[in-house]
């Protein structure tokens, strides 16, 4: 698996960003709709015969042949995903959702092992390092889908955290552009879609309901009033338009078509609304409604047939390591010790008199860090996190070779879901490039928005964390598809987390209360160690793994609530961050040990990205092959 870091270091797309506002795709829909996803095939091939060619070693045509079959592969599973196609800028089945049956669930099932056994018909020795990666993390990656199968049942479809029924709104709203009148038919499409939609979403419920799998009773209002949510305002009553009605007329009136046709697409969209949507979201809220009577208060996923192993297979997929959940435990506590001991020392500097939980108090209570619930203090959190983030963009030739093409933006997270969405999260940009990276930033209650983490989070979402991440994984030539567009939550997550530390090595967090709130963050992500395994392992109930986590860190009681409900809903999830982040600060500290002079930080982090994701142990081979190259002078 010896990758060259220099190939890889120029293995970055060319990729044009089209239009200044960035749009996914260029204005003029006639071109080919040949996307990156499509021609990523014959790039990869390409690559694979040039690096074979260029001494990497392997039988060109089987090289060229595996890339083939990967994409081969990639494009099946693309082509039976309407949802996914829109997210990559492509408009095939654009009126379409994913099918949510039993059936198709069965049938991706057989998909999956006869792509598993085509794959191991392969001799890794006829292959270059590159494409004998890929085929190891192919492998891997379809042996957990099938392990993986066993466990579909348990899981929650609809939770506060992710759910279709406010995906599909969301996908609408963000992804399915109208460029064309053709478009905006394809959305009402959509929406007349919706009820057989939900009618199969209901019946995954029904069918895990029956097999013993019902979320907790604590997610049901929330989940019932996002779908009303999205059923208020206009045309359904008296008010402002509703969410969808408000983003498919405002698309519409932008496009260049005369003023009869506009109003003729709207009446179409507020048909479809009134005779579809509502009747399915009201459908929808009323079977939630009964399955709410049958919920439990157990929380853990020890609740769920074989809960224990399910669990243990959760944290093996999210860590990529066999640790087990007292051991993740254990960790948690150890470095929940350690980060209040680096807290004390920043209530040295500031002078604080008192406890570490009184000071937690005072950073949680105190006007100076929190800007006001108004409209006002949401744009100013915006523009001061916007800032943050160009600032850092001007420092990264210290730190980074490869940088991303796409531009990065911020914004609120859309009022219909704010209630329930997680406190900030990253969204990638459009593969041509075209759509920037989004970091959404929640403010639905700015008092649990504090300003002294607002660094961290920016560096954490923005750049350079996710945005990094992820815009060059997916830019990446080098690699097949299904590489650019996977990933393992503990090197995206680790990286995110890793990112927060990184800014202050070179000089960022000047003011001491920002710097807390960086390790507020980090003692945040160790903290979820101890409550996840505590919530999913130990049988803590939710009001002692709340009351633990308000107890060990300074976030305010609301952040508290919604963390330990999200941990619920998501076992093993919550884990990755710390995890993948000690992993990567492990095998930097090893290379500094190792290379002394020869360390360059900016190609460690080379090593690291320019790989796109990979399992912490083929992280670890490989920051341990740049070690011996480096070493060597390769």
Same mark, same amino acid.
């Given at each position: 698996?010896?990758?060259?870091?220099?190939?890889?270091?120029?293995?970055?797309?060319?990729?044009?960003?089209?239009?200044?506002?960035?749009?996914?795709?260029?204005?003029?829909?006639?071109?080919?709709?040949?996307?990156?996803?499509?021609?990523?095939?014959?790039?990869?091939?390409?690559?694979?015969?040039?690096?074979?060619?260029?001494?990497?070693?392997?039988?060109?045509?089987?090289?060229?042949?595996?890339?083939?079959?990967?994409?081969?592969?990639?494009?099946?599973?693309?082509?039976?995903?309407?949802?996914?196609?829109?997210?990559?800028?492509?408009?095939?089945?654009?009126?379409?959702?994913?099918?949510?049956?039993?059936?198709?669930?069965?049938?991706?099932?057989?998909?999956?092992?006869?792509?598993?056994?085509?794959?191991?018909?392969?001799?890794?020795?006829?292959?270059?390092?590159?494409?004998?990666?890929?085929?190891?993390?192919?492998?891997?990656?379809?042996?957990?889908?099938?392990?993986?199968?066993?466990?579909?049942?348990?899981?929650?479809?609809?939770?506060?955290?992710?759910?279709?029924?406010?995906?599909?709104?969301?996908?609408?709203?963000?992804?399915?552009?109208?460029?064309?009148?053709?478009? $905006?038919?394809?959305?009402?499409?959509?929406?007349?879609? +919706?009820?057989?939609?939900?009618?199969?979403?209901?019946?995954?419920?029904?069918?895990?309901?029956?097999?013993?799998?019902?979320?907790?009773?604590?997610?049901?209002?929330?989940?019932?009033?996002?779908?009303?949510?999205?059923?208020?305002?206009?045309?359904?009553?008296?008010?402002?338009?509703?969410?969808?009605?408000?983003?498919?007329?405002?698309?519409?009136?932008?496009?260049?078509?005369?003023?009869?046709?506009?109003? $003729?697409?709207?009446?179409?969209?507020?048909?479809?609304?009134?005779?579809?949507?509502?009747?399915?979201?009201?459908?929808?809220?009323?079977?939630?409604?009964?399955?709410?009577?049958?919920?439990?208060?157990?929380?853990?996923?020890?609740?769920?047939?074989?809960?224990?192993?399910?669990?243990?297979?959760?944290?093996?997929?999210?860590?990529?390591?066999?640790?087990?959940?007292?051991?993740?435990?254990?960790?948690?506590?150890?470095?929940?010790?350690?980060?209040?001991?680096?807290?004390?020392?920043?209530?040295?500097?500031?002078?604080?008199?008192?406890?570490?939980?009184?000071?937690?108090?005072?950073?949680?209570?105190?006007?100076?860090?929190?800007?006001?619930?108004?409209?006002?203090?949401?744009?100013?959190?915006?523009?001061?996190?916007?800032?943050?983030?160009?600032?850092?963009?001007?420092?990264?030739?210290?730190?980074?070779?490869?940088?991303?093409?796409?531009?990065?933006?911020?914004?609120?997270?859309?009022?219909?879901?704010?209630?329930? $969405?997680?406190?900030?999260?990253?969204?990638?940009?459009?593969?041509?490039?075209?759509?920037?990276?989004?970091?959404?930033?929640?403010?639905?209650?700015?008092?649990?928005?504090?300003?002294?983490?607002?660094?961290?989070?920016?560096?954490?979402?923005?750049?350079?964390?996710?945005?990094?991440? +992820?815009?060059?994984?997916?830019?990446?030539?080098?690699?097949?598809?299904?590489?650019?567009?996977?990933?393992?939550?503990?090197?995206?997550?680790?990286?995110?987390?890793?990112?927060?530390?990184?800014?202050?090595?070179?000089?960022?967090?000047?003011?001491?209360?920002?710097?807390?709130?960086?390790?507020?963050?980090?003692?945040?992500?160790?903290?979820?160690?101890?409550?996840?395994?505590?919530?999913?392992?130990?049988?803590?109930?939710?009001?002692?793994?709340?009351?633990?986590?308000?107890?060990?860190?300074?976030?305010?009681?609301?952040?508290?609530?919604?963390?330990?409900?999200?941990?619920?809903?998501?076992?093993?999830?919550?884990?990755?961050?710390?995890?993948?982040?000690?992993?990567?600060?492990?095998?930097?500290?090893?290379?500094?040990?190792? +290379?002394?002079?020869?360390?360059?930080?900016?190609?460690?982090?080379?090593?690291?990205?320019?790989?796109?994701?990979?399992?912490?142990?083929? +992280?670890?081979?490989?920051?341990?092959?740049?070690?011996?190259?480096?070493?060597?002078?390769?």
């Amino acid at each position: 698996m010896k990758l060259k870091t220099t190939l890889l270091a120029a293995a970055i797309s060319t990729m044009t960003l089209a239009g200044c506002d960035r749009d996914p795709r260029n204005t003029d829909e006639q071109q080919s709709q040949v996307t990156a996803a499509q021609a990523g095939a014959e790039i990869a091939a390409t690559d694979a015969v040039e690096s074979s060619e260029n001494g990497q070693g392997g039988n060109p045509e089987v090289i060229a042949s595996t890339n083939q079959l990967f994409e081969d592969q990639f494009q099946t599973h693309l082509k039976r995903s309407p949802e996914f196609k829109t997210f990559l800028g492509m408009k095939d089945g654009y009126d379409k959702w994913d099918d949510l049956s039993p059936a198709f669930e069965q049938e991706t099932y057989e998909i999956h092992k006869r792509q598993l056994a085509e794959l191991k018909k392969i001799d890794p020795n006829q292959l270059d390092d590159a494409t004998r990666l890929s085929l190891e993390l192919a492998i891997r990656n379809l042996e957990q889908d099938i392990e993986g199968y066993h466990w579909r049942l348990h899981t929650y479809p609809v939770n506060q955290m992710y759910a279709t029924h406010t995906s599909a709104a969301s996908l609408l709203i963000n992804q399915h552009r109208i460029d064309d009148a053709s478009d $905006a038919e394809a959305y009402i499409s959509r929406l007349n879609a +919706l009820p057989e939609h939900f009618k199969q979403l209901a019946a995954n419920l029904k069918e895990r309901a029956d097999a013993g799998v019902i979320v907790p009773k604590f997610v049901f209002p929330y989940v019932i009033s996002d779908g009303k949510n999205l059923i208020t305002g206009a045309p359904y009553d008296v008010g402002k338009d509703s969410t969808l009605y408000a983003d498919f007329k405002g698309k519409v009136e932008k496009l260049n078509i005369s003023d009869e046709e506009k109003a $003729a697409l709207i009446e179409k969209a507020k048909t479809a609304m009134l005779e579809n949507v509502k009747p399915a979201y009201e459908t929808l809220n009323a079977y939630l409604a009964e399955l709410e009577k049958k919920a439990t208060s157990d929380d853990g996923a020890w609740k769920l047939p074989e809960g224990d192993k399910f669990y243990q297979h959760r944290l093996n997929v999210y860590t990529t390591t066999d640790m087990t959940a007292d051991e993740i435990h254990q960790k948690g506590l150890e470095e929940v010790a350690r980060i209040h001991e680096e807290m004390r020392e920043i209530m040295k500097k500031v002078k604080f008199e008192g406890s570490l939980q009184e000071f937690f108090e005072f950073m949680r209570t105190d006007p100076q860090f929190y800007y006001p619930e108004t409209e006002e203090g949401k744009q100013r959190y915006l523009k001061e996190a916007t800032a943050i983030i160009d600032t850092m963009k001007g420092r990264l030739d210290e730190l980074f070779i490869t940088k991303p093409k796409a531009d990065l933006t911020v914004k609120a997270v859309e009022p219909f879901r704010e209630k329930s $969405a997680g406190k900030a999260f990253y969204q990638r940009p459009a593969p041509d490039g075209s759509r920037p990276g989004i970091y959404y930033a929640n403010l639905y209650k700015m008092s649990s928005m504090p300003t002294y983490q607002m660094e961290a989070l920016a560096y954490h979402e923005g750049i350079p964390g996710h945005h990094m991440q +992820l815009s060059i994984m997916q830019e990446l030539e080098n690699v097949p598809n299904f590489r650019k567009f996977g990933g393992y939550t503990a090197y995206t997550e680790g990286w995110g987390l890793y990112s927060e530390l990184v800014p202050k090595e070179i000089g960022f967090y000047q003011d001491p209360y920002s710097d807390f709130g960086r390790l507020a963050m980090e003692l945040w992500r160790a903290g979820r160690l101890v409550v996840d395994t505590g919530i999913h392992s130990k049988k803590w109930t939710r009001e002692q793994a709340i009351e633990w986590l308000a107890e060990n860190t300074p976030n305010p009681p609301g952040d508290v609530q919604k963390a330990i409900e999200r941990y619920i809903v998501m076992p093993g999830q919550a884990t990755a961050y710390k995890i993948g982040m000690m992993k990567i600060v492990e095998l930097r500290e090893h290379a500094k040990k190792e +290379l002394g002079d020869k360390f360059d930080i900016r190609q460690f982090h080379d090593v690291v990205l320019a790989n796109g994701a990979v399992p912490l142990d083929v +992280l670890e081979e490989l920051v341990n092959e740049w070690i011996e190259e480096t070493k060597s002078g390769n």
